[in-house]
């Protein structure tokens, strides 16, 4: 089965839209102070928009993006787009990085140079990988998705294909954080026989209600994951209520309003990092602007959003009962501003638990917020894999 290589473009006609739709943003009354209190500040919005709809250069960024090697595949009818980079030297390790929502592929754009060619980004090159990143069902470029009811278990499966039949690799390595990590965590419970190891910047394993594991649970040092667990509740309480419950209602302000989209996606992408409320000292403005795009010009913003529907109406069923849950050798790489946490003692006994970092600084984004620190984590614990 192969792959058809491709450059990343978005139509001029669609950018066009784009950029009228922005200027033409019709804009609600502010009632009292124009704060985050309130959700997305419209004097900051206001400003945003202007730069996407004037400066942004979609140019510059496809040139960035093409730097890579894209490829699409259909398997069981879901279109899929993938970076795949070979790693330097002969026996480069094979590495699946996945994404989550509101992130896309491009959110590993840092990591994927330095993960491939190591020699260069002060490693060795033994410390190899060939990467594949590729954008998850009805996210972005894998668009459009006819398939409804895609969940957890059935991505995962699709990169089990992905990865041993399109691409010929008998076992991989693989990472994820968000959507990307329940997928992985996925893989290393259902495939373990084909994954090396997996690695996780949140923290989720099959058949485990994080909720209902109480505050007590954790270990007196744990303490601030339980802080972080109380502070983040009332940040994915909105638009987790919205994505599983009703998202086709939401897909039609997305599909008509680019603005609506981008406060949809930056509020998100402010809330969730650790950026100590300023967005743009983690994410530049060019980012949170191909984000958006790779979002609106895809039409892809509906369709991210019933993998929500899939997951949270259906429960995450295991493929078995065996102890550990997840029999691959895994790695929890623990950033302070993540939005939801598990005890060690938890992660212990669920999986084949192998490596447990705690890092200082970084949020629910940690491959976009820390991308030096995350591929330093990877070549450590695939590096004792090999």
């Not at 491939?116 to 990467?131: C, I, K, L, M, Q």
């Not at 594949?132 to 995962?156: D, F, M, N, Q």
């Not at 892809?300 to 929500?308: C, E, G, I, K, N």
């Amino acid at each position: 089965m192969d792959a058809t290589p491709f450059e990343v473009s978005l139509p001029d006609a669609t950018l066009d839209d784009l950029r009228a739709r922005l200027r033409a943003t019709r804009w609600p009354e502010v009632i009292g102070e124009d704060g985050w209190q309130y959700g997305v500040p419209q004097a900051w919005l206001r400003d945003m928009v202007r730069y996407w709809a004037e400066e942004w250069d979609w140019a510059a960024q496809a040139a960035a993006i093409n730097r890579f090697s894209h490829f699409r595949v259909e398997l069981d009818g879901v279109p899929l787009h993938f970076v795949h980079m070979k790693g330097e030297g002969p026996h480069a390790t094979p590495l699946i990085l996945t994404h989550g929502w509101p992130w896309t592929f491009w959110d590993f754009k840092e990591t994927i140079e330095p993960l491939t060619h190591p020699s260069r980004h002060g490693g060795n090159a033994e410390d190899a990988f060939d990467v594949v990143v590729p954008s998850l069902p009805g996210y972005g470029l894998s668009t459009p998705l006819r398939t409804a009811g895609l969940g957890v278990p059935e991505i995962a499966a699709l990169w089990v294909r992905l990865m041993t039949e399109v691409l010929g690799y008998a076992r991989f390595a693989a990472h994820g954080g968000d959507w990307g990590g329940l997928i992985t965590a996925h893989l290393g419970h259902a495939h373990a026989e084909h994954l090396l190891g997996v690695h996780l910047s949140i923290p989720v394993i099959p058949g485990v209600d994080l909720f209902a594991i109480g505050d007590d649970a954790f270990a007196p040092d744990e303490g601030w994951m339980v802080k972080r667990r109380a502070e983040a509740a009332p940040l994915i309480q909105s638009h987790v209520a919205v994505h599983s419950s009703d998202p086709q209602t939401l897909a039609y302000l997305a599909a008509d309003s680019p603005t609506g989209t981008a406060a949809w996606i930056w509020e998100r992408r402010r809330n969730w990092s650790d950026c100590d409320g300023n967005v743009e000292s983690v994410f530049d403005r060019d980012h949170l602007c191909t984000t958006a795009a790779l979002y609106w010009c895809t039409g892809s913003f509906t369709s991210a959003m019933r993998l929500y529907h899939a997951f949270f109406r259906n429960a995450w069923t295991v493929a078995h009962e065996r102890t550990p849950t997840i029999e691959a050798p895994t790695a929890f790489a623990l950033f302070p501003k993540e939005l939801i946490f598990i005890p060690r003692q938890v992660a212990e006994e669920k999986t084949n638990l192998k490596r447990w970092t705690a890092f200082e600084r970084g949020g629910h984004f940690a491959a976009a917020e820390q991308p030096a620190a995350l591929v330093d984590d990877i070549r450590a614990f695939f590096g004792g894999l090999r």
